[in-house]
């Protein structure tokens, strides 16, 4: 049963046991030659999205002016430290998902929602496009409590644009999470992979529906 794909999430006791020892990436991002894991200029914020295949979402990130840094990994689930072939099978309870640091002073946690919001088919449970399984699920998981306003507002705002729309009922997990212990980085090959493999595949899709902010920084 190893390689299950399951499109319905598993409870905690189903989950793969996961190891202690933390994934080795590389000090830099393949990019912008920022780090991978810290330390962070002071005022750094940290942002964790799920949109599916984390290649293509981590891309859309790393080109945003303010965004210091980013990564791939797993986040919203069970099993600590799992590997890519673990999470594929759906027993790890996480998603795929990208960490974005990124200066407040330069572009607003509204800015990077806006993005992850437009860019992506919130709609699409526990699937995006082609790729399903509760790996690929939207979610958004907040890093300290001023997120969250933040995040409820800008769903709100598009949940309005897709009744509009008749486009459909917004599936995204949202919750928030402790990044140093409970976000897990990817193997080293995921990360800035569209970088490294320009005609790679990416997965993102929109769905036409906008998400206006009040200011764009």
């Avoid at 991978?36 to 290649?55: Q, R």
């Amino acid at each position: 049963m190893l390689f299950r794909r399951t499109s319905t999430m598993i409870a905690p006791d189903e989950a793969l046991p996961g190891r202690a020892e933390a994934m080795q990436v590389p000090d830099a991002h393949f990019v912008n030659g920022n780090p991978l894991t810290g330390p962070w200029p002071d005022g750094m914020e940290i942002a964790v999205v799920g949109m599916g295949c984390f290649w293509g979402a981590e891309r859309l990130f790393w080109q945003l002016e303010g965004v210091y840094s980013t990564f791939a990994g797993y986040a919203g689930g069970f099993t600590p430290n799992c590997t890519y072939e673990e999470n594929c099978t759906g027993r790890t309870g996480h998603a795929e998902a990208v960490g974005i640091v990124f200066d407040p002073s330069v572009i607003s946690f509204e800015r990077i929602m806006q993005v992850f919001w437009e860019e992506h088919d919130p709609t699409q449970e526990m699937r995006q496009g082609n790729d399903v399984g509760s790996q690929y699920r939207t979610g958004v998981w907040a890093t300290q409590p001023s997120q969250l306003p933040v995040i409820e507002a800008t769903r709100a705002r598009v949940q309005e644009g897709l009744d509009a729309m008749r486009k459909g009922q917004i599936t995204t997990e949202v919750g928030s999470i402790d990044f140093v212990t409970d976000f897990y980085y990817a193997e080293p090959y995921h990360q800035q992979y569209l970088a490294k493999n320009p005609n790679g595949y990416c997965g993102i899709k929109g769905t036409g529906v906008s998400c206006p902010i009040g200011s764009q920084s």
